[in-house]
């Protein structure tokens, strides 16, 4: 290839660099114009129909950019790419900020966190944690779902259980100290009912649930939660320690604690982006 042609080429992928800088400038102004608002709607009480609200509003920013299309060549480019469509339709701005929203935000900054300073809550806190998240979908209502509180020397019990499913043995004196990772686990326990309507996988479904809205319910409530799980966690050693009936199914372990602070300070000034929703989102 010629030093002309490599030229050309540099030149070009300026200008696509510079347009896209623009178009970067341009929408980071509309969200930011988009989130006062919103910040405005949530201040006021407007925590459900607020975002209604705010998509029927005119936006601040819709100022047209040079490269915009206006009048007669703007329908007809929109009718061409509708014509065209294949996917969700994303031309409308969303209204909705997830920075504005505090159940939102909580859900999007929540994090695992795999080493927990000794803090917990009571077993008070927990009752009423898990009296909100007994909101969770669940169909007919069947609530298949339980937790099991393991505290202190309970948790050398869960070590020796392990071991034992895994067929480990150790020095006299050693134990398993996976489980004392934490000062307070929360075992969930699937517990299906019988019900012709709503199959077994449903009602893990609905437990798996459970758990995720309790993660998220210690985290709104300022507590670190690590999910663990694992090959050994329905092995017969196991299940008996946990007294599981046929049916139920041992999903796992709900590591609790304080988040330290190196954590906070970590997550605070992280840039780390949250993965690209459309990869997650079609139609059929």
Request: net charge positive; proline share 6%.
């Amino acid at each position: 290839m010629s030093k002309h042609k490599d030229s050309k080429k540099k030149s070009d992928s300026s200008s696509k660099k510079a347009a896209k800088k623009k178009q970067s400038r341009v929408n980071d102004t509309r969200g930011i114009v988009s989130k006062e608002r919103a910040r405005a709607h949530f201040l006021d009480g407007e925590t459900g129909p607020w975002a209604k609200k705010l998509a029927g509003q005119p936006a601040d920013s819709d100022q047209p950019t040079a490269n915009s299309e206006t009048g007669e060549d703007a329908a007809q480019s929109t009718t061409a790419r509708l014509a065209n469509r294949r996917g969700p339709d994303y031309s409308v701005p969303s209204s909705i900020d997830i920075v504005a929203d505090p159940v939102l935000h909580a859900i999007s900054t929540r994090r695992s966190i795999s080493k927990l300073d000794p803090e917990t809550p009571n077993d008070s806190d927990l009752r009423e944690l898990i009296h909100a998240v007994s909101s969770v979908a669940d169909h007919k209502g069947l609530k298949p779902w339980r937790f099991i509180i393991i505290r202190g020397d309970d948790r050398i019990r869960l070590g020796k259980a392990l071991d034992e499913a895994g067929g480990v043995h150790r020095k006299s004196g050693e134990i398993n100290e996976k489980p004392l990772r934490a000062e307070l686990l929360l075992a969930l326990v699937a517990a299906p009912r019988d019900n012709p309507k709503v199959p077994e996988w449903e009602q893990h479904a609905t437990a798996a649930g459970a758990g995720h809205l309790l993660e998220l319910a210690l985290w709104q409530a300022g507590w670190g939660v690590m999910w663990r799980s694992g090959n050994l966690t329905n092995e017969p050693a196991v299940r008996r320690l946990h007294r599981l009936k046929d049916k139920e199914l041992l999903m796992g372990w709900l590591y609790i604690g304080a988040v330290p602070e190196r954590y906070r300070q970590r997550m605070a000034n992280s840039t780390r982006p949250l993965p690209d929703p459309e990869q997650f989102l079609d139609t059929l």
